[in-house]
């Protein structure tokens, strides 16, 4: 063997080897192993993994004049499931679903832990058109709610200091809304059709590696003034990906 | 032609060597922390999940609301006063994990109760032995029938799902009892007995049941956000 076969050879098993130890790095998928992710197209940091949050795990508050149905219930010819808000045509009123969407995986406490890479909210406007909708992006608020947010729950013992009431901001830097909001869909829609708006926080800035916590997404929807509105989502759904 | 063939074989060995390494589950935690015994699956059981009921009078709001300044998703329990009356968690805690038959499947290994009391609680008791917490079985499953002609309906009663003496922390003789700002919580863990929750059979649901002795003679309102469950592997 000539001194290039033999670098060529040596080159080659450096080169497996490395794959091999770094391929890893990527959590595996489900079954375990990342074989799938080399034969067929599996868990990336180009394609994250993805979960639904069912309407179950939302719940809705209104700023005023509730009338009807507020919380768990069906639209449209299909009976989708949904979470709801309705207010009367008295003021001008908001609607804010809070979901639990915290990611249902195992805890990575290394490194940046895993990251929210975005999370589509989708809804459905009856009645009336919903009114100008407002972001303050460095804030990560929308309609001066805050968008991702985090509750940390003491570690059970005696003498537990409760956790905080205020969730805290969970993300940082510069969220993006899309559409933005300036052109939100803010029109009515068929019962049991529906819009959806994606929010995606600063690259990195959502890592989720503590046990204990509980990862929030509000979104608030402001109405067109004196408009008797409904709004309803059959959920969200949430992209992550490992560090 | 034995030199191409040595490279060749080389290069063979080289691609084993990469692939075996790739597929080992131990190599994930050394450059990319994963899934493992010390670094359990977790999983939160939002209060959709879960549902209340009370020895006492109900009273206010029993099912999904919100609670506190941020309007915290919660199921809430409230009942009027009585003697020694109970306030009822129950929520379907089944692991959203694929089924792992062989060995001894996938292991509970304990779950993080968050509760608020806006009104104090009264004293707690559990039998670890049978593992009961004011008399309810903290982990059962109800085991349903396979979808065919003629079945046998499951049984009413759900089943200890562990086995051995369960684990209360707090134990309940410290139990946080006192009263919470709305939206603020406490915690209290359930551990099953280490290796006696397995879950590996299809078609059953795991449930966890948290009882609550209200104070005598006090109108009480309890609130969960959910239920945080941790399992692994076998």
């Not at chain 1, 001194?3 to 375990?32: E, H, K, Y």
């Not at chain 1, 949050?53 to 149905?69: D, E, F, I, R, Y």
């Not at chain 2, 597929?23 to 015994?37: D, E, H, I, K, R």
């Not at chain 2, 109970?86 to 792992?100: A, E, G, K, M």
Request: hydrophobic residues 40%; positive net charge; contains cysteine.
């Amino acid at each position: 063997m000539t001194i290039r076969q033999r670098l060529g050879t040596i080159l080659a098993l450096v080169a497996f080897g490395v794959w091999g130890l770094l391929r890893p790095a990527l959590p595996p998928t489900f079954d375990g192993t990342l074989l799938t992710a080399a034969y067929a197209q599996g868990y990336s940091n180009t394609s994250p993994y993805q979960y639904w949050v069912g309407p179950g795990k939302c719940n809705t508050t209104v700023s005023g004049n509730s009338t009807g149905t507020n919380g768990l219930t069906t639209v449209g010819a299909s009976a989708t499931p949904v979470i709801q808000a309705q207010t009367t045509n008295v003021g001008t009123n908001t609607h804010t679903f809070i979901c639990n969407i915290s990611p249902p995986y195992w805890v990575v406490t290394s490194g940046t832990g895993l990251q929210i890479v975005s999370a589509s909210f989708f809804y459905g406007v009856q009645t009336t058109g919903l009114g100008v909708q407002a972001a303050t992006l460095a804030s990560g608020t929308m309609n001066n709610a805050i968008v991702f947010s985090r509750i940390t729950y003491p570690t059970p013992g005696i003498g537990e200091t409760e956790s905080t009431v205020t969730p805290v901001r969970a993300d940082s830097g510069t969220l993006v809304i899309t559409p933005v909001v300036a052109s939100a869909n803010v029109a009515t829609t068929t019962a049991g059709a529906f819009y959806s708006t994606l929010f995606a926080p600063a690259t990195g800035t959502l890592a989720w590696k503590t046990d204990l916590r509980q990862l929030l997404l509000t979104v608030t929807l402001q109405n067109t003034a004196t408009s008797a509105t409904i709004t309803n989502s059959p959920g969200v759904l949430v992209r992550f990906k490992s560090s | 032609m034995i030199r191409r063939l040595r490279v060749l074989s080389l290069f063979v060995v080289a691609l084993a060597v990469g692939v075996l390494v790739m597929g080992m589950p131990l190599a994930v935690p050394l450059f990319g922390q994963g899934y493992s015994n010390t670094n359990p699956y977790a999983y939160w059981v939002s209060p959709g999940a879960c549902n209340v009921t009370t020895s006492g009078t109900p009273a206010g709001t029993n099912g999904l609301t919100v609670a506190g300044a941020s309007t915290t998703p919660v199921v809430a329990a409230e009942a009027t006063s009585g003697l020694g009356f109970t306030l009822t968690f129950i929520c379907n805690i089944t692991p959203p994990s694929y089924i792992v038959t062989s060995g001894t499947g996938l292991q509970v290994v304990d779950a993080v109760f968050a509760y608020s009391a806006v009104n104090a609680l009264g004293t707690q008791s559990a039998t670890l032995a049978s593992g009961t917490m004011n008399s309810a079985q903290v982990f059962s499953y109800i085991a349903y029938p396979t979808a065919a002609v003629g079945e046998t309906p499951s049984t009413v009663t759900p089943v200890r799902a562990d086995s051995g003496t369960l684990v209360i922390t707090p134990v309940v003789a410290s139990f946080n009892a006192t009263t919470n700002t709305a939206g603020a919580f406490y915690t209290v863990k359930f551990a099953p007995a280490a290796g006696t929750l397995g879950w590996k059979t299809d078609s059953r649901q795991l449930l966890l049941t948290v009882t609550l002795t209200a104070l005598d003679g006090l109108r009480t309102i309890v609130t969960s956000p959910g239920v945080l469950v941790h399992f692994r592997s076998s």
